[in-house]
């Protein structure tokens, strides 16, 4: 029970942990959606920085001037997404060794000052079912709602 846990705690600081690297750990709150559906998995994530909710290529939006720029390169935003969904594969595989329920979905939240960390998973399918939006689009309205709650 134990080792399931933690090694499912372990793959979820992972990609937290990529985030953070993305922006030189220099970010309030990394969010990290991840979506796992019918053996296809996509993932995005975004961060708040000086009160601003920013999604990943558009981080240098948020600086104030003479803070240093992040690089967003579009290499770097695919080798954090390539981290971030060989984890979900990780998670995937321990959920079946353990015959655990995979989620379809987490959303994972970290507060850097606080060290706080947040994690919601759905089980259900998501835009499976949906014909029109894909999980970018879940994605996406996430982003929305984070920023217009100030979550």
């Known amino acids: 029970m134990k080792e399931f846990e933690d090694r499912f705690s372990e793959l979820q600081a992972?990609?937290?942990?990529?985030?953070?690297?993305?922006?030189?750990?220099?970010?309030d709150k990394v969010y990290v959606y991840a979506s796992c559906e019918e053996d296809m998995i996509?993932?995005?994530?975004?961060?708040?920085?000086?009160?601003?909710?920013?999604?990943?290529?558009?981080?240098?939006?948020?600086?104030?001037?003479?803070?240093?720029r992040y690089d967003v390169s579009t290499e770097r935003q695919f080798m954090v997404l390539n981290i971030i969904n060989d984890d979900?594969?990780?998670?995937?595989?321990?959920?079946k060794e353990y015959e655990r329920d995979m989620p379809t979905e987490l959303k994972l939240i970290y507060?850097?000052?606080?060290?706080?960390?947040?994690?919601?998973?759905?089980?259900?399918?998501?835009?499976?079912?949906?014909?029109?939006?894909?999980?970018?689009?879940?994605?996406?309205?996430?982003?929305?709602?984070?920023?217009n709650n100030n979550l």
């Open 14 to 27: 992972d990609m937290i942990s990529i985030c953070m690297e993305y922006v030189e750990d220099r970010a």
């Open 42 to 68: 996509s993932s995005s994530f975004f961060y708040l920085i000086n009160n601003k909710y920013v999604e990943c290529h558009k981080v240098n939006d948020a600086l104030e001037n003479g803070e240093e």
């Open 88 to 95: 979900v594969e990780k998670i995937e595989e321990l959920c």
């Open 111 to 147: 507060d850097v000052r606080s060290g706080n960390f947040k994690s919601e998973y759905k089980y259900d399918l998501v835009h499976t079912n949906d014909d029109i939006k894909t999980s970018d689009d879940f994605a996406d309205e996430w982003f929305e709602e984070i920023k």
